[in-house]
């Protein structure tokens, strides 16, 4: 069983060093970088990772990061075990579409020297990635995904709190979790919170102290 940490916009694979420490599972997790670039789709980067990353998975995303352990999940679902989702959703109401679309056009626009919070992509990458999030629609699907799962999700991070919430409510076995002080890169903001409720999910099925 492989444990694998995929990370959101504006981090890469560098934000889960607490997370693969405190849990001590060494060659047995992957910290892997998402390919975001001017061709980057949620369901094809689900199907690379899936193609690349060997065996039965559980799978623990961030933002973007969670709507490609989604997306795996739905294509293979007898291969991803269990998933923590963080600061994930099912789809975007309307308002929030809009919205997407108006932060993703600025955006793009801010120089390539300012693009620091957005991993130093380029102007392509980033309008494929608001893109992808804003279409992303997964709710009708949900049912489908009987593996246990874990919703995480900051308290400070107030656009995701219902989003999160109606995700577990539609999912057949989930459980929603809000880390005290946490914004929305929670495993950042309250990494011993967002890892010990990593752990804790994971121990029927893992041996750790």
């Known amino acids: ?17 607490p997370q693969l420490a405190a849990l001590d599972v060494g ?18 980067e689900a199907d690379r990772l899936l193609r690349e990353l060997p065996g039965e998975l559980d799978v623990c995303g961030l933002s973007l990061g969670a709507l490609v352990a989604l997306k795996m999940a739905l294509a293979r679902p007898e291969r991803v ?32 020297r300012a693009r620091g919070e957005l991993g130093g992509l380029d102007r392509a ?6 893109r992808e999030g804003r279409r992303f629609d997964v709710a009708d699907e949900l049912g ?11 308290e ?20 929603l979790e809000v880390l005290p002080g946490a914004g929305h890169v929670a495993n950042v903001d309250a990494p011993a919170l967002f890892t010990d409720a990593v752990r804790s999910f994971l121990a029927p099925s893992r041996s750790q102290p």
Do not use: K, Y
């Open 1 to 17: 069983m492989t444990l694998v940490f995929l990370h959101g916009l504006g981090t890469g694979p560098e934000a889960w060093e």
């Open 27 to 44: 060659p047995e997790a992957v910290a892997a970088r998402l390919r975001l670039d001017r061709d980057f789709t949620i369901e094809g």
């Open 81 to 112: 075990r269990r998933l923590v989702l963080c600061a994930g959703f099912a789809s975007l109401p309307r308002r929030f579409r809009a919205l997407q679309a108006a932060v993703g056009t600025v955006a793009a626009l801010v120089p390539a």
């Open 125 to 130: 990458a980033i309008r494929a990635v608001f």
């Open 144 to 154: 489908r995904l009987t593996q246990p799962v874990l919703v995480l999700v900051g």
């Open 156 to 175: 400070r991070d107030r656009a995701n709190l219902g989003l999160s919430r109606a995700l577990a409510a539609a999912l057949p076995d989930a459980r």
